[in-house]
């Protein structure tokens, strides 16, 4: 990986992300320049050098009114709309309105047949305890419950 994950207590394997949430594109490229690099402490971290990641972006000035022009953008039906927050809902409906106006194309497309958050949550559980019994030698699953090695 880019970024080391020394320090970390995995929450789940599929759900794991380290990264910056930042206000821009240039602060998530120079934050993420600084997190990047080899650590002896973290066998998946990549030892690749790390490269500027900021080098390559235009100021939003010069990005011109089509640079999204060809990009298609999915939005999963069913993650929007019914028990969304309407303050998320209008962050989410300006940023595809803003990608729309730089030439983006915008498409609704149906994901899988169950409420995001039960998907999502049932991968978390899991994962969850999966990753945390693992790390703290728990045992794990049904087997666990029956023989009763941990009450």
Do not use: F
């Not at 490229?29 to 030892?47: E, F, N, Q, R, Y």
């Not at 039906?77 to 983006?104: C, F, K, P, R």
């Not at 194309?105 to 049932?122: F, K, N, Q, W």
């Amino acid at each position: 990986g880019r970024v080391s994950r020394y320090g970390l207590i995995a929450y789940g394997s599929s759900l794991d992300c380290i990264g910056p949430l930042t206000h821009s594109v240039a602060d998530a490229a120079l934050l993420l320049s600084v997190m990047s690099g080899s650590d002896s402490w973290d066998a998946t971290c990549s030892k690749e050098a790390v490269p500027d990641l900021a080098a390559g972006l235009l100021p939003a000035e010069q990005l011109g009114s089509s640079c999204m022009k060809g990009v298609r953008v999915g939005v999963i039906q069913q993650t929007i709309g019914e028990g969304v927050a309407a303050g998320v809902m209008s962050a989410v409906n300006g940023a595809l309105q803003h990608m729309q106006q730089l030439g983006a194309t915008v498409e609704e497309v149906r994901g899988l047949h169950c409420a995001p958050l039960d998907c999502s949550m049932a991968t978390a559980v899991h994962q969850v305890q999966t990753c945390l019994c693992a790390s703290d030698d728990w045992p794990i699953g049904q087997d666990a419950l029956v023989q009763g090695s941990w009450e």
